[in-house]
């Protein structure tokens, strides 16, 4: 029987923030699954994921394929043992907990390239904020001694105002010959990323490993935004969650 592996994305896929849970989950039915720094809880499961992470741990593993950092990683507490892809698909990390060296050495050398148009934009971004007054800044996600991406967050959580940096400060920098990074922006979540950077490389990758040590094997992708799509394009089956970005472009658009 063919081995069976799901990549799955994490925040607002198998997990979200108490906003995002919902009425019908039910506080009572809620348990953590994330933590901040501090150790006070991130994000919650509903008695649906938590039933649909048992159904596909029974017979499948789990690949988490997520822009969480490794620290970030390290707060999810939920039972993973396999693989991981991290940073937006920068880092591989292997069974063991060791980063994939040759993968980490090919993107570093990537984004050292790309740390150049980071930082440029980065100026750019905190002084669109100066100017308007937008309270938040351009911050580097940093790790394995690594730039990867810059993240924008509103610090009041309307989401809107991000749309408007977009459109005002981030676009059109990209626009004025930097065609080399992309945008994603998911609720309160403004990232800007090289075009190098992408998870559906690293999937590619650690599908390479694993047909490497199981021949052939089945995988499924699984992802709540637009940025997971090609990642799980790159596997066999695709599974959406309902009510998220992702569903809000395909299935539900239908």
């Not at 593993?61 to 507490?77: F, N, Q, S, Y």
């Amino acid at each position: 029987m063919l081995k069976k592996f799901l990549f799955a994305d994490l925040d607002d896929t198998l997990f979200q923030t108490f906003e995002k849970c919902g009425p019908l989950s039910g506080a009572d039915l809620l348990e953590p699954a994330a933590y901040y720094k501090d150790g006070s809880i991130c994000s919650y499961t509903t008695r649906a994921q938590r039933a649909f992470l048992s159904f596909v741990q029974d017979g499948m593993t789990v690949i988490p394929t997520t822009a969480r950092d490794h620290d970030g990683l390290k707060r999810v507490h939920l039972p993973f043992d396999s693989y991981a892809i991290i940073n937006y698909g920068g880092v591989v990390l292997r069974p063991d907990g060791h980063a994939d060296r040759p993968w980490l050495e090919q993107t570093r050398a990537a984004m050292h390239a790309a740390l150049p148009g980071l930082q440029e934009l980065a100026r750019h971004i905190d002084d669109y904020c100066s100017r308007t007054g937008f309270g938040g800044r351009a911050r580097m996600i940093e790790d394995f001694a690594t730039p990867f991406f810059l993240v924008v967050k509103d610090p009041d959580k309307r989401h809107e105002r991000l749309a408007t940096v977009e459109q005002e400060a981030v676009l059109p920098w990209i626009a004025d010959g930097h065609g080399d990074y992309c945008v994603h922006r998911n609720g309160n979540n403004l990232a800007i990323l090289p075009k190098t950077l992408d998870k559906a490389n690293a999937v590619a990758r650690v599908t390479e490993l694993l047909r490497a040590e199981h021949g052939d094997i089945v995988t499924f992708g699984m992802g709540d935004s637009r940025s997971d799509a090609r990642f799980m394009a790159a596997c066999d089956y695709a599974i959406v969650p309902r009510a998220t970005q992702l569903a809000r472009l395909t299935v539900e658009a239908l």
